[in-house]
């Protein structure tokens, strides 16, 4: 049992900057990530830029429809949200969350995470050159990565399972 409070998806839009690096742009008012955890995600390879928060369930209530309406089409999602054993976990996609019943095919660029546990799970490269599963988008669903699913919650933003092995890669292999 795990309950999602955070959302964060970053703009699609790009603009133009005389810099070669981008200044990091932490995650505003996350209640759950501490900066050491968002340097570790950047590290990771969430990319540094302008995130904002879409999606929080105790701001904006507990529905998938809520999550979608305020995530979808928005850019690339992090997902951080903290089980009920206290254990902080997440996904990261590099493209836009949707509510169509498809998968989202994101190539290798999407991943799971545990901040407790200090580990990403990557793409399963065996498993990606035919279903390429980084999420999954669907009304009824919460946030959803993998086929199978690997890390799905529920309609009600308060359950889902982790089941890690079918699109990214177990800790041991």
Known sequence: ???????????????????????????????????????????WGVPNGDWKLCYRKTTHGAAATTYHSRCNGKGGLVTVMKLSTGKTIGGYLSKSMHSNGRYIPDGTNSFLFSLTNNFKHSASQSVWRNYPYGG??????????????????????????????????????
């Open 136 to 173: 999954y988008g669907r009304s009824n669903y919460g946030p959803t990565y993998g086929g199978g699913h690997d890390l799905h919650v529920n309609s009600a933003v308060n359950q889902g399972y982790c089941n890690i092995g079918y699109s990214y890669s177990c800790r041991t292999g």
């Open 1 to 43: 049992n795990f309950h999602a409070r955070s959302y964060y998806c970053q703009s699609t839009k790009t603009t133009t900057t005389t810099t070669t690096t981008l200044k990091a742009q932490f995650f505003a008012g996350s209640k759950l990530l501490t900066a050491s955890n968002q340097a570790r995600l950047f590290a």
